[in-house]
């Protein structure tokens, strides 16, 4: 069975990078969200495995995310992607509950390591 994955992200081009560095055998049902908001929307209404969070976005940034995900206690992985590698924003994002820190762009390599370190591929 296909792992339901998110990938949130206001930008369309890094939503469309994030899905082609997925390994090619990686059994994924993949949907995409804009902003946080439509990202809660999703994670509410249906089982999530994994999600892949930008941090920087419009209506609801990917902090306001992991602290919804945290306090709602929804179940999920999450993976954030980001170009802001200040080390106060990693730290944050472990602290809520990430887990890992990718920046952009996406390495592939990186991400699959990361994948494999956690059992999702």
């Known amino acids: 069975m296909a792992l339901p994955v998110l990938i949130c992200d206001d ?3 890094a939503r469309k990078q994030v899905r082609k560095s997925l390994p090619e055998s990686f059994d994924v049902e993949v949907q995409t969200a804009g902003n946080g908001l439509e ?3 999703i994670l509410r209404s249906q089982e999530i495995g994994l999600v892949f969070l930008d941090l920087t976005m419009p209506e609801l940034d990917g ?3 992991l602290e919804a995900i945290k306090a709602e206690q929804i179940d999920c992985f999450v993976i954030v992607i980001s170009a802001d590698i200040q080390p106060e924003m ?4 472990m602290e809520l509950g990430a ?3 990718i920046q952009k762009p996406v390495n592939e390599d990186k991400l699959h390591g990361v994948l494999r370190q956690y059992g999702l591929f």
């Not at 990693?90 to 994002?93: A, E, G, N, P």
């Open 39 to 41: 990202a809660l929307a």
């Open 11 to 13: 930008s369309i081009l």
């Open 99 to 101: 887990l890992a820190f």
């Open 63 to 65: 902090i306001g995310v």
């Open 90 to 93: 990693q730290r944050r994002v």
